[in-house]
Nanobody, 126 residues
Framework: QVQLRESGGGLVETGGSLRLSCERS????????MGWFRQTPGKEREFVAV????????YYSDSVKGRFTISRDKSKRTIYLQMDSLKPEDTAVYYC???????????????????WGQGTQVTVAS
């Protein structure tokens, strides 16, 4: 099985920064991707940023492009989300997700991710 463990959420003021981490353990995933998704009460979970494990190729939602940076450390089986210039609308529970057998055309599609962490709360005060 695969386990994902997030850390790094918290409370920050508008314009501030936070860094989230997600460590993967368990079996090796074939042709995998890992990423971040977020959810607010009453809304569906949405894509934020994804990284392809082998190549390091990254993908971002328009709402965070230029402010958030996703990266990975292969030796630690960990991905990071550096969040800068945070806005109140970034407030959400952030979930780490993982999938394997990646197809580029669906790499940002929520439904293709079948491994999830427990989530970490990010709150941006206005």
């Amino acid at each position: 099985q695969v386990q994902l463990r997030e850390s790094g959420g918290g409370l920050v003021e508008t314009g501030g920064s936070l860094r989230l981490s997600c460590e993967r353990s368990g079996r090796t995933l074939d042709n995998s991707a890992m990423g971040w998704f977020r959810q607010t009460p009453g809304k569906e979970r949405e894509f934020v940023a994804v990284i392809r494990w082998s190549s390091g190729s990254t993908y971002y939602s328009d709402s965070v492009k230029g402010r958030f940076t996703i990266s990975r450390d292969k030796s630690k089986r960990t991905i990071y989300l550096q969040m800068d210039s945070l806005k109140p609308e970034d407030t959400a529970v952030y979930y780490c997700g993982a999938r394997e057998r990646v197809i580029t055309s669906t790499i940002t599609t929520l439904e293709t991710y079948n491994y999830w962490g427990q989530g970490t709360q990010v709150t941006v005060a206005s």
